[in-house]
C-alpha cells in the first residue's frame, strides 16, 4: 500500500476557485486526504463549505485558531496545511501553522512584506519544516526541460530574457460589481503592495529565476493604474539587469482585452533560444546557434530527466494547469516524507519552490514599487 498524508484546507470554501484546483491537484496522485479544514472566514460559511466536502462535522472548524488548537491536541493530527485565503491571511496563518509542527503549502505571493516571509523561513527551518509555495508554472515539464538545458550550458550564456504574463479580466471595473475574486485583488489591505504586479507578476519572476537561475542587480519598474479609481496597478514593467551582465523585461497587466492566461518566457544565449508559453505548455521551442529551430514536445524523447519524471501521460495527450499544480503537491509530499522518515528529498522534491523563493517574490514587488515611486533605477539589494 503507499503510504499516505492527511491535510487540513485553510480557505477554499463555497465560491472559491483556487481551494478547488489545489483539491484536484493533490487528488492527481491519491497521496494525501482532506480529513480537516477551516474553509471560510465565517465558521457559519466553513461548516457549510465542510460538509458539502463531505468532512467529518469533529474536525470542521469556524476559523484556523480553533483547527490548530484541537489538531495540535489529536493523536492523529494532519501532517501538513494547505492555505488558500486571501494574500492579508498568509502569514498569520502560515505562522501559527508552521509554530504548531505543521508542514505548510501556501499560496503566492507568499505574504505582504519580505521580512514576514524571511521569519516564516526561519521558522520552517529551525523546526525542521517544509514551507512550499504553489508557483505552479514551475511544475510543468517543459519548463523544468528549459531549466535542465539551460543548467547544463545548452544555450550557452545567458544575455537577454523576457517574462510576459498578460490578462484582460480587469479591463473595467469588475471589482464594483461585488466579484469576490476581483474586489480582493484589488484592494491594498488584502492584497497588498502590488495589484497585476503581486497578483501574476510574481508568477513571471518566479518562472524566470527558476529557468533561468539569475539574479537581479538592478530594475526600474513603471506600475500604472489604467481603470480609475483603482488603488494598485493594473499594469506593470519592469527592466532588469543580472548579476551576469544579461538584461531582462517583465511585464505583467491584467487590461489586455482578449487574453486570457498569457504567461511567456523568452531567454537568450550567446549560443541559442528557447520560448515556451503557458497557453501551449506541451511544446518548448529551441534554436541553436547556426540551426534550424526544433520543437520538444512533453513526453518526447531526448528530454532531460527533470523533464521526464514530471510527465504524467504519453506525448500527444495534452497536460496542462492541473497536473502542473499536482507536480508542486507531488514534489511537497514527497519533501515532507523526507523530513518525517530521514532520508534524502527525491528530485522532484528538490524542485519545489520553497518560502526562500517567495520571500523573493516578495521582495521583488517591494522594489518595483520603490522604483516607480521614485521613477529610478534600484540595486536589488
Request: hydrophobic letters at 40%; aromatic letters at 8%; proline letters at 4%.
Amino acid at each position: 500500500m503507499v503510504d499516505r498524508l492527511s491535510y487540513a484546507m485553510i480557505g477554499g470554501g463555497i465560491g472559491a476557485f483556487i481551494g478547488e484546483v489545489h483539491r484536484r491537484a493533490i487528488s492527481l496522485d491519491d497521496r494525501a486526504t482532506l480529513v480537516a479544514g477551516a474553509l471560510s472566514s465565517t465558521p457559519e460559511k466553513s461548516k457549510q463549505s465542510a460538509a458539502q466536502l463531505g468532512l467529518d462535522p469533529d474536525r470542521s472548524y469556524g476559523s484556523y485558531e480553533e483547527l490548530f488548537e484541537r489538531e495540535s491536541a489529536r493523536d492523529d493530527r494532519v501532517d501538513f496545511v494547505s492555505i488558500v485565503t486571501p494574500n492579508d491571511t498568509h502569514y498569520p496563518i502560515a505562522k501559527m501553522a508552521l509554530k504548531h509542527g505543521f508542514h505548510v503549502v501556501l499560496d503566492k505571493p507568499a505574504t505582504h512584506t519580505s521580512e514576514q516571509a524571511n521569519e516564516l523561513a526561519s521558522i520552517a527551518e529551525s523546526n525542521g519544516l517544509v514551507c512550499c509555495v504553489t508557483y505552479n508554472y514551475t511544475g510543468y515539464p517543459m519548463v523544468r526541460q528549459a531549466r535542465a538545458m539551460i543548467a547544463a550550458g545548452e544555450l550557452g550564456t545567458i544575455r537577454k530574457v523576457y517574462a510576459e504574463y498578460h490578462q484582460g479580466w480587469l479591463a473595467s471595473d469588475l471589482e464594483v460589481s461585488g466579484q469576490k475574486q476581483a474586489a480582493w485583488r484589488v484592494d491594498p489591505k488584502r492584497a497588498g503592495l502590488g495589484g497585476a504586479l503581486g497578483d501574476i507578476g510574481t508568477h513571471a519572476e518566479n518562472l524566470l529565476a527558476f529557468v533561468t537561475g539569475l539574479e537581479i542587480q538592478t530594475l526600474h519598474a513603471n506600475l500604472n493604474s489604467f481603470v480609475p479609481g483603482r488603488a494598485l496597478d493594473d499594469d506593470a514593467s519592469v527592466m532588469m539587469q543580472f548579476t551576469n551582465g544579461a538584461h531582462g523585461v517583465l511585464t505583467a497587466s491584467q487590461i489586455c482585452i482578449g487574453e486570457g492566461n498569457g504567461l511567456t518566457l523568452r531567454v537568450h544565449g550567446d549560443r541559442g533560444s528557447l520560448w515556451w508559453r503557458q497557453e501551449s505548455p506541451d511544446e518548448l521551442r529551441v534554436a541553436l546557434l547556426d540551426q534550424n529551430p526544433v520543437i520538444y514536445s512533453r513526453g518526447g524523447a531526448g528530454l532531460h530527466d527533470d523533464a521526464a519524471i514530471s510527465a504524467r501521460i504519453p506525448q500527444g495527450h495534452p497536460e496542462g494547469y492541473l497536473e502542473a499544480f499536482g507536480n508542486i503537491y507531488k514534489g511537497a509530499i514527497d519533501a515532507i516524507f523526507a523530513k518525517r522518515d530521514g532520508h534524502e528529498p527525491s528530485r522532484l522534491a528538490q524542485l519545489i519552490p520553497s518560502i526562500v523563493d517567495g520571500e523573493r517574490g516578495v521582495r521583488f514587488v517591494e522594489r518595483c514599487v520603490q522604483s516607480a515611486k521614485k521613477n529610478a533605477q534600484l540595486d536589488w539589494a
